[in-house]
Nanobody, 129 residues
């Protein structure tokens, strides 16, 4: 059974950092691009970042403007895990963060919610003083 499990969320003060993990079980990430999404209370789920699959032969990444320069997405192929390093966190980053997978070998990833087939259960990130 294909599963994604997020971890690493928590409460952090403004300016702090967190590293989220998205671990795959039941499959390897070789052919899957991974996206990170977030949903704040009362708001739509929005795309944050994505990374291309290993099979794309090109490590492409994308970031939404609001997190550029603060967030970094990366992958550990041996662990079938994708990370989202979040620095300089702001209260507006407070949300439930989800990772999602789409089978793709394209050299670019997309951050459209409807394109992703498999989702994790989410991990809560709260930024507050």
């Amino acid at each position: 059974q294909l599963q994604l499990v997020e971890s690493g969320g928590g409460l952090v003060q403004p300016g702090g950092s967190l590293r989220l993990s998205c671990a795959a079980s039941g499959f390897t990430l070789d052919d899957y691009a991974i996206g990170w999404f977030r949903q704040a209370p009362g708001k739509e789920r929005e795309g944050v970042s994505c990374i291309t699959s290993i099979s794309s032969r090109y490590t492409g990444t994308y970031y939404v403007d609001s997190v550029k320069g603060r967030f970094t997405i990366s992958r550990d192929n041996a662990k079938s895990t994708v990370y989202l390093q979040m620095n300089s966190l702001e209260p507006k980053d407070t949300a439930v963060y989800y990772c999602a997978a789409i089978r793709s070998v394209q050299p670019m990833c997309i951050i459209q919610r409807g394109a992703y087939d498999h989702w994790g259960q989410g991990t809560q990130v709260a930024v507050s003083s």
